[in-house]
DNA sequence: TGATCATGCTTCGAAAATCGAAGCACAAAG
DNA sequence: CTTTGTGCTTCGATTTTCGAAGCATGATCA
């Protein structure tokens, strides 16, 4: 498993400890938004959460998942699976743009589709 | 080099072609989003970048600057490098929430240090 | 001319991350 | 006892990333 990141610490790629490169660090990997994006409803559970991610490898599964709750921004459930944290919600807010943009960019593939294929 | 990424077709994990997953499969690739932030203040040369990104390998350098052109999201600059094109543009204003969750997030760490390692 | 320097790559073997099928321990239900 | 479902864990195979080295080109200097 890859190393835990946490604000305020080096991390991959920047020894500054600058709280965005180590969100960098944190949500470049495989699947890390993805995880967090299907926790935004509720919590979700292990086998539930592979499922919804297109059968991702269970041995990452574990691997974000542990390092999501190191970094502070998922939890285990009262009842059952994981969920977003306080501050986990809080980048709810903070994927949103990134949904809103992403919707632009489509429409703007559509439009200028050279390469396409 | 991993295929091109592109809103409206499948991309890894998604067979949906969801805008949304579509950017989480381009922007969960190593070096993607710190690429495009350095990019935020103007046009930068291959080098440069790599040394800004605390020496990355100039092979996935080469892969992410090609994914991103790809993807419509960065051009070759007028004079020298690589800049952000309209809509490579309008991302930024996407992941700025995301440094401000970053702050936000470090914050909280401070705070709730257990585990600190 | 030709030597030096900087840039934008390209190559390729090694290391790390990810995949994916299989299996394990446990608990609840039948 | 068997079955079903869950949350993992293991481990060999594949993919991605690393990083040092090299190459081609153009500008500058001698």
Chains 1, 2 share one sequence.
Do not use: H, N
Not at 38 to 53: H, K
Not at 81 to 92: K, N
């Amino acid at each position: 498993m890859p190393r835990s990141v946490k604000p305020g610490r080096p991390v991959r790629g920047s020894r500054t400890g600058r709280p965005v490169m180590a969100a960098f660090d944190l949500l470049g990997r495989r699947w890390a938004m993805r995880v967090l994006w299907e926790l935004r409803t509720g919590p979700v559970g292990f086998r539930e959460m592979q499922a919804r991610c297109d059968g991702m490898s269970s041995s990452v599964l574990r691997d974000r998942f542990r390092e999501l709750e190191a970094a502070g921004l998922i939890a285990r459930g009262e009842q059952d699976g994981y969920e977003l944290t306080g501050i986990g919600r809080s980048l709810r807010g903070a994927v949103e743009p990134l949904e809103a943009w992403a919707r632009l960019w489509a429409a703007e593939a559509e439009r200028r589709p050279k390469g396409r294929g």
